[in-house]
């Protein structure tokens, strides 16, 4: 079954950077577009970013562009996410999903994992 697990989220002060990871296993992750989205708290569910499943396209929230990369190795079957000039309002649970779309104006995903927590505050 589709598996993904999210690392690599901690606390980090405004303006710090950090580096999420996702370990996919269950599917064949090369032949998929995958997406990273976040929660915050009392929040719902927002797209952060896409990525091609060769990778030769990527796409970015307005709020991240410019200071959040999307990449993935499709050898090791992991989706990452470089997060740079961290601010309050990034503080969310970050999620890897697959099959992410807009549901009526509700972000819904196929497939999710745990969740890894960001929490940006001096």
């Known amino acids: 079954q589709v598996r993904l697990v999210e690392s690599g989220g901690g606390l980090v002060q405004p303006g710090g950077s950090l580096r999420l990871s996702c370990a996919a296993s269950?599917?064949?992750?090369?032949?998929?577009?995958m997406s990273w989205v976040r929660q915050a708290p009392g929040k719902g569910l927002e797209w952060v970013s896409d990525?091609?499943?060769?990778?030769?396209?990527?796409a970015y929230a307005d709020s991240v562009k410019g200071r959040f990369i999307i990449s993935r190795d499709n050898a090791k079957n992991m989706l990452y996410l470089q997060m740079n000039s961290l601010k309050p309002e990034d503080t969310a649970v970050y999620y890897c999903?697959?099959?992410?779309?807009?549901?009526?104006?509700?972000?819904?995903?196929?497939?999710r994992g745990q969740g890894t927590r960001v929490t940006v505050s001096s």
């Open positions: 999903a697959r099959g992410c779309r807009d549901v009526v104006g509700t972000l819904e995903c196929d497939y």
């Open positions: 990525i091609s499943w060769s990778v030769g396209s990527t």
């Open positions: 269950g599917f064949t992750f090369s032949s998929w577009p």
